[in-house]
């Protein structure tokens, strides 16, 4: 999905994700938690937001299933890298690079020849009660 850079697509890319995954789950019949639909959702939304705000022009967002993850990438025209800020209780706003990097499974972050991609994969099932996947995420 193309979005202006004006920010008006942030909405229609959490939509987007969202008839993704439920065309996954019901054309596909891939296993698809309520938790990965919120969270690929939110991930969305942080990314798109991100890219918008410190990034001039447009956005590409690309979602794709790997195995037993949703993929989630965002380009946009900025090569600065992000850098997730040091934990600060004080700090108003700010935390969502944290919050992403928290919720994946996997982050990733690398220049392309204009602007960067950011890559993130969130686990599609809810893993089960007290196994190491479920404290953490990998």
């Known amino acids: ?9 942030i909405g ?8 993704f995954l439920a065309r996954a789950r019901d054309g ?8 990965a639909l919120d969270l690929t959702q939110l991930v ?20 794709r299933i790997v195995g037993d993850l949703v993929e989630v990438a965002v380009w946009d025209s900025e ?8 934990a600060d209780v004080g700090r108003v706003g700010q935390h ?10 996997t982050f990733e972050v690398r220049r392309e020849p204009v602007g ?4 993130v994969r969130i686990a599609l099932s809810d893993a089960p009660e007290g196994s190491p996947a479920a404290l953490r995420p990998r």
Not at 12 to 19: I, T
């Open 1 to 9: 999905m193309a979005l202006d850079g004006d920010g008006s697509g």
């Open 12 to 19: 229609a890319a959490r939509d987007l994700a969202a008839g």
């Open 28 to 35: 596909y019949g891939v296993p698809v938690s309520r938790r």
């Open 44 to 63: 969305v939304s942080e990314l798109v937001t991100n890219a918008h705000k410190y990034a001039p022009g447009p956005v590409l967002l690309d979602l």
């Open 79 to 86: 090569p600065v890298l992000p850098v997730a800020r040091a």
């Open 96 to 105: 969502g690079l944290e919050i992403v990097m928290a919720v994946a499974h």
């Open 116 to 119: 960067k991609r950011v890559t």
